[in-house]
């Protein structure tokens, strides 16, 4: 039966006594006929009729349930209707006036009565005018739109929205209110805290040992605070500033890479970061500006020729390359640079010389590191690799980053490094900034991914991290009883303790170079810290499945593109290339390997002395098994995505083949 009353949902019509109005619904469960009457003294009478009732009442007329619930409909639309109030009848008048395709028989006319039930109260002066006054809207309503039933639905439309309205507003009323009170909470915890601060700093002024210099106290109270994670703050706060000397050469090193050269794909114009000036191809090889006030300086070394041949840009593949100038504050003009220039001593010249080299694959870190020993300033190769890489990719300028902190704060982080370390330490992490930096470059991978900056900013800060206060030992070894095991109980002790450890130094007044928004500085020390923890043994396994899971489903892609990576993926391939750089020594030429691999050897067997740590039977046993299972592993895998790394295989299988030859040696000495 109920399979035709889709012909309509609700008919409301208007009785010709112009006293009553008769409404026909389905009910909800679709399994009855409603019929109600309102009148205008209040009266309601109501009848709900199941299929077998409306059998009765169709069996009438004798039609089938289309022509019955056809005609039905039109009765309630012609206002074909009768109501006795007295018997509470309601009849209905079934006027067929020629054949049509679904009652294709001769005219007929017939009345049907319907009876209903009383349901509303008696007329009554007190207790009527609710109903009353509803049931005079309808019927001011039906007599206004002359019994139209598409109006009547837009009404009920109309009606229905305006409920959803006045809920949604009670919605918003009641969360209104619930801000209102939190922000009358926080504004009076701000009131008390000002009140609170203002005291603090009477107090202090008052206070003879603090008088004029409260502020300092302050400062050392945040310093006693973070030395539980840097047991050498204070000496780091009290260590002298740099000389001028040191700082002359970081200025000819600045001066040397006025811009920062990425090499993007032409639909990645519109995303490039803000201030880069682009220019067309042609104009980089031959040096001549772009025009306006970012410019390249014109100088006789040509560096925007040099530079778009140190990035191997092929003018046939049509690729844009554009140029940020570093322009903030402490900019060095052309003569500036070549005055200082001048003014550097011999070994400082060869440390700028030797930086001409970053971002080349043959680049030597442990080459530079005595360069930069015999240099103003007795630094480190960190300090340098990492100011130079920060100012050539542009980090420095795009988050307008405070130079002389910055510097004070990669010293201090070069000198937290363990120098009795043979392997994990400053040098280890001026490496992984190197190769990074020419994963980023020359490996093409900035622009193949489409990296934000906020992206290379982490990977660096993560990369001059990694060996901050390594204990020289593996997590397993890591004494139960000491701070960082307790404060990071299985969790990456290692890892967590030297990216904690580092970022630590930058609460400090002296090291604050990172002026962002909490939120940026928050969102970029956590990439950072995702980062470092990745380099953790422990997690080779699951990252590389999980990669390689990644490859291939990105490999059966119906059209492969690394254009609209979402961010979860971005994160895994930094972590891979992040991984990637903290072994690359194994897949580096046969002079520096073994260099590296020597300080590995010897780290690993002070550890036993130590008894901090076990070593494999054999030697080359040892080392061949980190080129198998991880460094051969990470670089087949990146090499799908940034075909320029694939040259290092060819390293990586000679640097194999020596231990392969050597696995039958003897066993470590200890």
Request: glycine share 6%; proline share 5%.
């Amino acid at each position: 039966m109920f399979a035709y009353s889709h012909v309509f949902v609700r008919v409301h019509s208007r009785l010709q006594d112009g006293q009553h109005c008769a409404i026909s619904t389905i009910d909800s469960s679709g399994d009855a006929l409603c019929l109600t009457v309102l009148g205008r003294d209040g009266a309601a009478f109501e009848g709900t009729f199941t299929e077998a009732d409306t059998m009765v009442l169709k069996n009438q007329v004798e039609l089938e349930w289309g022509p019955f619930f056809e005609l039905f409909q039109k009765a309630f639309v012609e206002r074909n209707l009768e109501f006795a109030p007295e018997t509470a009848t309601l009849r209905i008048h079934f006027k067929h006036d020629r054949p049509t395709e679904s009652l294709p028989v001769a005219a007929f006319s017939s009345w049907v009565s319907v009876p209903l039930e009383r349901m509303g109260p008696k007329p009554s002066d007190d207790g009527r005018k609710p109903v009353e006054r509803a049931t005079m809207g309808i019927l001011d309503f039906i007599g206004l739109r002359n019994g139209d039933r598409r109006e009547i639905e837009r009404v009920d439309e109309i009606c229905k929205r305006a409920e959803e309205a006045r809920v949604e507003a009670g919605w918003v009323a009641q969360e209104t209110a619930m801000l209102q009170a939190e922000l009358d909470v926080a504004t009076a915890q701000h009131d008390e805290a000002k009140k609170q601060y203002t005291e603090l700093a009477k107090m202090l002024e008052e206070c003879p040992a603090t008088a004029g210099k409260w502020e300092a106290v302050i400062d050392a109270a945040d310093t006693d605070r973070i030395v539980s994670r840097v047991p050498n703050a204070k000496a780091e706060l009290a260590a002298p500033a740099p000389p001028d000397a040191f700082r002359n050469l970081l200025g000819a090193i600045k001066g040397r890479w006025p811009h920062t050269v990425m090499v993007t794909r032409p639909d990645h114009v519109a995303h490039s970061p803000e201030g880069h000036v682009q220019q067309p191809l042609a104009n980089l090889m031959s040096g001549s500006g772009g025009g306006g006030t970012d410019a390249a300086p014109k100088s006789g070394r040509a560096p925007a020729a040099e530079a778009a041949a140190k990035y191997e840009v092929d003018d046939g593949e049509a690729l844009t390359a554009h140029i940020r100038h570093n322009s903030y504050t402490g900019k060095i003009d052309a003569p500036e640079h070549q005055r200082m220039v001048s003014a550097l001593s011999a070994p400082d010249m060869a440390v700028l010389s030797a930086l001409d080299r970053l971002g080349y694959w043959e680049f030597n870190v442990l080459e530079l590191e005595s360069l930069c020993r015999n240099a103003s300033g007795k630094y480190g190769a960190l300090v340098f690799v990492a100011y130079a890489a920060m100012n050539r990719l542009g980090v420095c300028a795009r988050f307008n980053l405070h130079e002389t902190a910055l510097v004070e704060y990669l010293i201090a982080v070069e000198r937290g490094c363990n120098a009795s370390n043979p392997f994990h330490n400053a040098m280890h992490a001026a490496d992984v900034v190197a190769t990074l930096f020419h994963f980023l470059t020359q490996g093409e991978a900035a622009w193949r991914i489409k990296l934000h900056d906020q992206d290379v900013l982490a990977l660096l800060l993560a990369a001059i991290a990694v060996t901050h206060q390594h204990p020289g030992i593996d997590n397993a070894a890591v004494p139960a009883n000491c701070y960082a095991a307790l404060m990071y109980p299985g969790q990456s002790i290692v890892e967590n303790h030297s990216i904690a450890s580092a970022f630590a130094l930058m609460s400090l007044q002296r090291y604050e170079f990172f002026p962002a928004t909490h939120d940026v500085r928050a969102d970029v020390q956590a990439q950072a810290a995702r980062l470092v923890l990745a380099t953790d043994p422990a997690k080779h396994a699951h990252i590389t499945k999980v990669f390689r899971r990644f490859i291939d489903h990105w490999q059966t892609a119906a059209s492969p593109s690394l254009d609209d990576m979402a961010r979860d993926d971005v994160m895994l391939v930094l972590m891979v290339l992040f991984k990637a750089a903290s072994v690359g020594f194994g897949a580096k030429d046969t002079q520096q390997y073994q260099a590296w691999v020597g300080r590995r050897s010897q780290e690993m067997k002070e550890a036993v002395k130590r008894g901090g740590g076990k070593l494999t039977a054999k030697e080359g046993e040892a080392h061949l098994n980190v080129l198998n299972y991880v460094v051969q592993p990470l670089y087949q895998l990146l090499t799908i995505i940034f075909p320029k790394l694939r040259p290092f295989g060819d390293m990586i299988a000679h640097n194999k083949q020596q231990w392969a030859e050597d696995c039958a040696s003897t066993p470590f000495a200890v």
